[in-house]
């Protein structure tokens, strides 16, 4: 019997090997897809088992997904239903419902590690409406575009709902799904949820504001500037590529390790040094602590060569006047 993968529970890609069963999917992988539902659930993104969460392993042709049916807090490992991009799928369980979704998002988009589809109550009501949720707010770029479209309705579980799904994403990682919910899909489980909770709380948002007014949408111009930072929004340092331009200037860092090249290091210092530069043209009469201290040290040996010229005069003239008595007597 062939081993089983190692992968880490969450990552939304592992290890793949034969079990007993004839199933071939990492047990960590399947418990992270159950805490994955289980958690869009407490969080009120969705209700009951209306969702469905899957993740793609290690070997891009296939994919875990939920079974249909079947109650979150009652699902074990064993329930998790492996499919290859085939369409096929393998154990005594039926997949999800919605499964041509899945599929279809791991056909064409490559870089989905995992896909997160929810009944969220804002994005549902919403996607009752058949509208777009367009630029009120910066963060629509989250989902990759200057707006997040609504696909165009289609029987649940068909064919026809996966085409206008996958047709709305173009462009996106995120759609809503007209009567019906919203889908998502991320390169982990975590991120993928992590968007869904992100549209169901723009939708919340659009709807709220809807009800006191009209909304001002950001021009097309704003959101291409936002859509250039959001390539690196929340990304740390050491996750920037050498060509990404930060999605906000940074301050100063004052004790970066002095690692690396002299050039770099000096590079570094020169920055600081700009900013202190700034920071003392802002305060204008007030001369910059070092330029102080050159002064203060300056006007202190000024005094003490005055006092020693002082003195020196003081006692040439005390002699002449003790010569002159001298002669006097």
Not at 261 to 275: H, L, Y
Request: glycine fraction near 12%; charged fraction near 20%; charge should be positive.
């Amino acid at each position: 019997m062939a081993k089983t993968g190692t992968g880490k529970a969450g990552t939304g890609r592992t290890g793949t090997g034969k079990t007993a069963g004839g199933k071939s999917a990492d047990k960590a992988l399947r418990k992270a897809v159950i805490a994955a539902c289980r958690e869009m659930n407490a969080l009120g993104i969705n209700q009951g088992t209306s969702g469905n969460v899957s993740a793609r392993t290690a070997d891009p042709e296939r994919f875990v997904i939920t079974p249909s049916g079947m109650p979150y807090d009652a699902l074990s490992a064993s329930d998790m239903v492996e499919m290859d991009l085939g369409g096929g799928y393998r154990g005594d369980r039926l997949p999800s419902s919605e499964w041509r979704m899945h599929l279809d998002i791991y056909r064409a988009r490559p870089e989905a590690g995992a896909v997160v589809h929810t009944h969220a109550p804002y994005a549902t009501a919403l996607s009752c409406l058949r509208v777009d949720i367009p630029a009120f707010h910066y963060m629509i770029a989250v989902a990759g575009g200057t707006t997040i479209r609504c696909a165009d309705y289609a029987t649940f579980g068909t064919a026809e709902l996966s085409r206008a799904m996958v047709a709305a994403l173009e462009g996106r990682s995120a759609c809503l799904l007209a009567n019906h919910g919203m889908i998502a899909f991320g390169p982990t489980l975590a991120k993928a949820l992590a968007l869904a909770v992100e549209v169901e709380t723009l939708a919340r948002q659009y709807w709220m504001a809807r009800q006191m007014g009209e909304p001002v949408i950001l021009d097309d111009a704003e959101m291409q500037r936002v859509l250039a930072r959001f390539k690196t929004y929340g990304k740390q340092a050491d996750e920037l590529a050498g060509t990404d331009a930060p999605a906000v200037e940074a301050p100063v860092r004052r004790d970066a390790p002095a690692t690396g090249t002299g050039e770099a290091a000096a590079t570094s210092k020169a920055a600081a040094a700009r900013s202190d530069a700034r920071a003392s043209a802002k305060a204008p009469g007030k001369a910059p602590a070092k330029d102080a201290a050159t002064t203060g040290s300056k006007a202190g040996a000024a005094r003490k060569v005055g006092g020693k010229a002082a003195a020196k005069g003081g006692g040439k003239a005390s002699g002449k006047r003790a010569a002159a008595s001298r002669g006097a007597g």
